[in-house]
């Protein structure tokens, strides 16, 4: 196990988990056995815990807004450079490596961001049985595809009806949650140390080379470092910070994520969401 795996396994087991139950969510008693000090009378209402997490998660998402690899599209034609720069042939050369070298850096984070995209359906472990597993994940399917119709251009458009409360059942665990986040941290480790890392690496080689055969000649090596670093970087930087979005969540924020969920997209949620409101592990874990 790489160093940042055991890193977010030690802290996914420390504070965030509560402990390593299974729990399903219907019938509901089941959830007042695990949870009683969060379904004691000083828990907060639907609206003021959910209040709380929306700030808390809109400011994650706010950070990484716009930015996931899956809507990228990769564009051979940024690496041609410009006719007008004069620059040597191996210039040329380096530059249509570098631009395979991207592609498969770029095509690296899209297969990590699709298997982070599976968390949800990961909450569940597979050895609870095909039946436990199929229905956590057709619940979580429908709880995930929902959208909500009405919009500001069209008030008199009806709201989508919510999903029936009785036609979900989640099955979550921390311990499977935790193998998921140790798997898909060891990828993105390979993947840094290894695509990303290329990229990275060649890119510096080639800023390296053209000074090395461009130096003597300053009016093309400075139209060529101006192209270089100014809109080349600038394009490039549009994939590279959609790292940011490959992030995967902690047990405490995935379970708040779909807290929210269910709050808003479930008929009569308020018991069910709030047996799923976990963010207060200390007190949890008293149980």
């Not at 018991?271 to 409101?277: K, Q, R, V």
Request: charged residues 20%.
């Amino acid at each position: 196990m790489s160093k940042g795996a055991r890193n977010i396994f030690q802290l996914l087991y420390s504070s965030s988990t509560i402990l390593p139950l299974t729990l399903s969510f219907l019938p509901t008693t089941s959830l007042y056995y695990f949870f009683p000090p969060i379904l004691s009378s000083h828990t907060p209402t639907m609206s003021s815990v959910t209040l709380k997490l929306r700030q808390k998660r809109s400011m994650a998402r706010l950070l990484n807004q716009g930015r996931s690899i899956l809507d990228y599209n990769f564009d051979p034609n940024l690496f041609i450079i410009p006719k007008w720069i004069l620059v040597p042939p191996e210039v040329r050369n380096a530059i249509l490596t570098l631009q395979y070298k991207a592609m498969i850096a770029v095509y690296g984070m899209k297969s990590l961001m699709i298997a982070r995209d599976h968390r949800y359906f990961e909450l569940c472990p597979k050895n609870m049985g095909p039946v436990v597993y199929q229905l956590h994940q057709s619940s979580m399917r429908r709880l995930l595809e929902w959208k909500e119709d009405w919009n500001f251009a069209d008030p008199t458009l009806a709201a989508s009806a919510k999903i029936p409360r009785n036609t979900l059942q989640f099955c979550v665990d921390s311990i499977a949650y935790g193998r998921f986040t140790c798997d898909y941290t060891n990828k993105i480790d390979d993947f840094m140390s290894g695509p990303f890392q290329n990229w990275r690496q060649f890119r510096m080689e080639i800023g390296h080379l053209a000074f090395r055969l461009m130096s003597h000649r300053p009016h093309d090596y400075n139209e060529w470092r101006a192209w270089w670093e100014g809109k080349f970087a600038d394009d490039m930087w549009k994939w590279e910070v959609c790292l940011e979005g490959l992030i995967l969540p902690t047990w405490e924020e995935i379970i708040d994520d779909v807290y929210l969920m269910i709050s808003d997209r479930v008929e009569d949620a308020q018991e069910l969401a709030n047996s799923f409101y976990i963010s207060n592990p200390r007190r949890a874990s008293t149980t």
